[in-house]
Structure formats: C-alpha cells, structure tokens
C-alpha cells in the first residue's frame, strides 16, 4: 500500500473526524475543521481565505467533506453557495498547485429526483432545494475545474453515527423522549432510507482511495428503513411509543443502489442498523440498550 498524504475537510463534523481516525491509521493525514479540536491542522471558515501558510506544498488527495448540511435555518440560495460551492473552486485551485491526484468530493443522495425505487449512479438529477442544489453546482464545478485529476463524486444517503445531535436520528430520538409528534408524510412513513454508520463511510472512502475510483457512487446501507419504522425502532430501544401525526402525501423514497459500491468494494462490511443505532443512542445518553455487536 502506497502511503499518501491527504487533506481532508469538515474534520471538526461527523463524517469528516471519523475519515481523519481511519486514514490517519495508513496515512500522513492533514485536517481542516471550521474549529480547534482533534485532527484539526488548521482552522478553515469557508468564508475566509485557505490558510496556505498552514498547508503542505504537496498533497496526493483531497478529500471534501466540509458542508453546510442539509436544512439550515435562515439559509438563502447564496449563503448555501457561498458554503457549499465556492469553497470547491478554492480547493481546485489549491489542487492544481499542490499536483492533487485525486480528489474525492461528498455531495449527497439528495441530488436525484425522488422515486419509489432504488436510485443509481445513472439516475437523472432532480434537486429540490437550496442545499442539494449547491451539490449539484459544486459537482458540476469540480467537474469542469480539475481536469486530469482523478475525480469520485460520492452522494451519501443519511450518514448517522454518535457524536453528532442535529441530524435525522438524534431528531427523531429527542422527539421520542419528549414525547413530541414526529410528521410522517403518509400512513406508510415515507420516505423509505438507508442510512448508512459512519464507520462504514471512512471504509468505502478508504477503499476508494486505495483503489483510485473515479467517477459518481453511492453511499448507503444495505437496509431500508420508512420514517416510522425508524421511530419505531428507537422507541423500542428507549422504552417509549413515538407519537406521530400523519399526513396525506403521495409515497416517496430516497434509496440508493448500492450495487456498484459493492462491485468496487465487495470486501466492504457494513454495520447492522441494529447495532448502530444502538451507538447513536448510547452518545446520547438515551438507552439501556445491549452493546452486542451482530
């Protein structure tokens, strides 16, 4: 195995600081967070200038896992443009100049259009709001900005693990402890997902790295998974009963084909979504649950 050197953005989120522990492992890892803390080399707010004077001269790999993510209240089109697009032309530059080789960017599942069946890597993009409409944009950006560059566009489905309190999971388990209506959008609780443990994230980008993937790929569990039957699933584990209120809309999902994952990467292990849950819970202080791994 070739030992690189990569610089890896968003090392202060969820995603982000687990690629740092797991490439760090077999690679010279540099990290930049939008804070000081673990595996941050040097502070980057994607509003200020790349801090160059903290940067290596050369680096083998960038990996872009910095984002504005998903619904931020009071966003507008260009505060999601100014977070989520801008910073990869900056990175492109640096790219060019630090002779990159590969560059691998986290987009997200959210750029296809919604469907009831799995969606693959050839699937039409469709973004229905502000936030997956900047992936759209930065992919599109990256694409035209580093040619000769080996380029892997991944588009996670709902990436989960503990540590992290404002995504979909950690939601849902405040609601079920307060008692607090969870919106389903229908009787089914669609959308059905697959949500995929952080974990199993840093291995699928440490084979991609290893293995020079390029191109589109999907990033998602195995298991799907409605709304409810989520809510369910932590209401079980926390001895509650989630309280819903059910709306009429038509049924939806947002599933990712995981089959070209799996071609690239068949050694890939994926965690039970049993079993990550129940490490999502335990951060959060809000279940008594086994720690048996399946």
Same mark, same amino acid.
């Given at each position: 195995?070739?030992?690189?050197?990569?610089?890896?953005?968003?090392?202060?989120?969820?995603?982000?600081?687990?690629?740092?522990?797991?490439?760090?492992?077999?690679?010279?890892?540099?990290?930049?967070?939008?804070?000081?803390?673990?595996?941050?080399?040097?502070?980057?707010?994607?509003?200020?200038?790349?801090?160059?004077?903290?940067?290596?001269?050369?680096?083998?790999?960038?990996?872009?896992?910095?984002?504005?993510?998903?619904?931020?209240?009071?966003?507008?089109?260009?505060? *999601?443009?100014?977070?989520?697009?801008?910073?990869?032309?900056?990175?492109?530059?640096?790219?060019?100049?630090?002779?990159?080789?590969?560059?691998?960017?986290?987009?997200?599942?959210?750029?296809?259009?919604?469907?009831?069946?799995?969606?693959?890597?050839?699937?039409?993009?469709?973004?229905?709001?502000? *936030?997956?409409?900047?992936?759209?944009?930065?992919?599109?950006?990256?694409?035209?900005?580093?040619?000769?560059?080996?380029?892997?566009?991944?588009?996670?489905?709902?990436? *989960?693990?503990?540590?992290?309190?404002?995504?979909?999971?950690?939601?849902?388990?405040?609601?079920?402890?307060?008692?607090?209506?969870?919106?389903?959008?229908?009787?089914?609780?669609?959308?059905?997902?697959?949500?995929?443990?952080?974990?199993?994230?840093? @291995?699928?980008?440490?084979?991609?790295?290893?293995?020079?993937?390029?191109?589109?790929?999907?990033?998602?569990?195995?298991?799907?998974?409605?709304?409810? @039957?989520?809510? @369910?699933?932590?209401?079980?584990?926390?001895?509650?009963?989630?309280?819903?209120?059910?709306?009429?809309?038509?049924?939806?999902?947002?599933?990712?084909?995981?089959?070209?994952?799996?071609?690239?990467?068949?050694?890939?292990?994926?965690?039970?979504?049993?079993?990550?849950?129940?490490?999502?819970?335990?951060?959060?202080?809000?279940?008594?649950?086994?720690?048996?791994?399946?």
């Amino acid at each position: 195995m070739t030992r690189r050197r990569i610089l890896i953005t968003g090392v202060s989120g969820l995603v982000g600081g687990r690629l740092a522990e797991v490439l760090g492992e077999e690679h010279e890892v540099v990290g930049l967070g939008r804070r000081p803390g673990n595996g941050v080399s040097a502070v980057w707010d994607f509003l200020d200038a790349l801090p160059m004077e903290s940067l290596p001269d050369r680096v083998d790999v960038v990996i872009h896992a910095g984002a504005a993510v998903g619904h931020q209240p009071g966003f507008s089109e260009e505060d *999601y443009h100014a977070c989520n697009v801008h910073p990869c032309r900056v990175l492109a530059e640096f790219a060019g100049k630090a002779e990159v080789s590969h560059f691998v960017f986290f987009s997200t599942g959210g750029v296809y259009a919604r469907g009831l069946d799995p969606i693959g890597e050839d699937a039409p993009l469709a973004p229905e709001d502000a *936030y997956s409409r900047s992936k759209v944009q930065a992919e599109e950006l990256l694409t035209r900005s580093l040619e000769g560059v080996c380029l892997t566009l991944v588009r996670p489905f709902f990436p *989960y693990g503990p540590g992290r309190r404002n995504r979909l999971i950690p939601n849902l388990a405040r609601r079920v402890m307060e008692g607090e209506r969870i919106r389903l959008n229908n009787r089914q609780g669609s959308p059905r997902i697959n949500p995929i443990f952080v974990d199993d994230v840093a @291995e699928a980008i440490k084979g991609i790295v290893e293995k020079q993937i390029a191109g589109a790929i999907n990033l998602g569990g195995p298991e799907a998974v409605s709304i409810r @039957e989520l809510a @369910e699933k932590i209401g079980g584990k926390m001895g509650r009963s989630p309280v819903f209120e059910v709306g009429a809309a038509p049924s939806w999902n947002l599933l990712g084909d995981i089959s070209l994952l799996r071609s690239f990467l068949p050694d890939l292990r994926f965690t039970s979504l049993e079993w990550g849950l129940d490490r999502v819970l335990e951060s959060l202080g809000s279940t008594s649950a086994s720690a048996c791994a399946c």
